[in-house]
């Protein structure tokens, strides 16, 4: 890509079409099987846990930028829209208190009556507050959730990211040995909403260690690959 063409994404969809620009060919040739893609995001993830034990907060900023670029690889691969997917699921308000600033749901387990339906209405109704950019959503998250996370160790925080994790690879399973088509999408929504879950856990682990996770993507991978520094990328994957 010639270089005057080059413009820094700003919208969660332009970051996921940036690395699918990047990273289509290669991960077509070295992951064909979904499952394997898969995986590969979960062990990124889990490797974060390795930088929190150990403190090295430095080491965060590249791992983080680094599992958001196999977290585009999957929804590009499953054909997921992720800004739709966090809008979905985070309409503005916290979608488990349905507060808008603040969320008390990890001191507080407040029972909310017709959630699904409050939910539909916030959808509706703050369509037009939606956030455009990769930087609002991140905001969004910082307004919901860090007057709770503040409080924690960011360990607590990337264990959230982790537990996430689990619950992709979970909903990836079930969706394979779903036999019906009702369960099958069932069951493809799950996997949306958790991805979703992994993206907003991503937003809190920065939001934690205060740093812009839009500036961070860009800085490793303007729009070529952080490894060979070509887009799109020509590593060898070593396995
Ligand atoms: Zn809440
Ligand atoms: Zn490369």
Not at 117 to 146: C, G, M, N, V, W
């Amino acid at each position: 890509m010639e270089a005057e063409f080059i413009e820094r994404p700003q919208s969660v969809s332009d970051f996921q079409r940036m690395f699918r620009y990047i990273y289509h060919a290669l991960n077509e040739a070295e992951y064909p099987k979904d499952g394997d893609l898969i995986a590969r995001l979960i062990e990124e993830i889990t490797r974060l846990m390795e930088f929190a034990r150990k403190d090295r907060r430095t080491l965060f900023k590249e791992q983080m930028a680094n599992i958001f670029s196999w977290s585009m690889a999957v929804v590009n691969r499953l054909g997921i829209d992720p800004q739709e997917a966090l809008w979905e699921k985070y309409p503005g308000v916290c979608p488990y208190c349905l507060r808008e600033k603040d969320c008390i749901c990890g001191t507080e387990h407040p029972i909310v009556e017709n959630k699904e339906l409050a939910l539909r209405r916030f959808r509706r109704e703050r369509a037009d507050r939606r956030p455009q950019t990769l930087k609002d959503h991140q905001e969004l998250h910082l307004r919901l959730y860090s007057w709770q996370h503040d409080r924690e160790l960011p360990i607590v925080v990337a264990a959230h990211l982790v537990e996430e994790a689990g619950e992709v690879s979970c909903a990836y399973r079930r969706l394979g040995m779903a036999n019906s088509d009702t369960a099958k999408n069932f069951l493809f929504n799950e996997l949306i909403s958790e991805m979703a879950d992994v993206m907003s856990w991503m937003f809190a682990l920065a939001n934690r260690l205060d740093f812009d996770l839009s500036e961070a993507i860009w800085e490793y991978y303007p729009y070529e690959c952080v490894k060979c520094q070509k887009g799109p990328c020509v590593c060898q994957e070593v396995i």
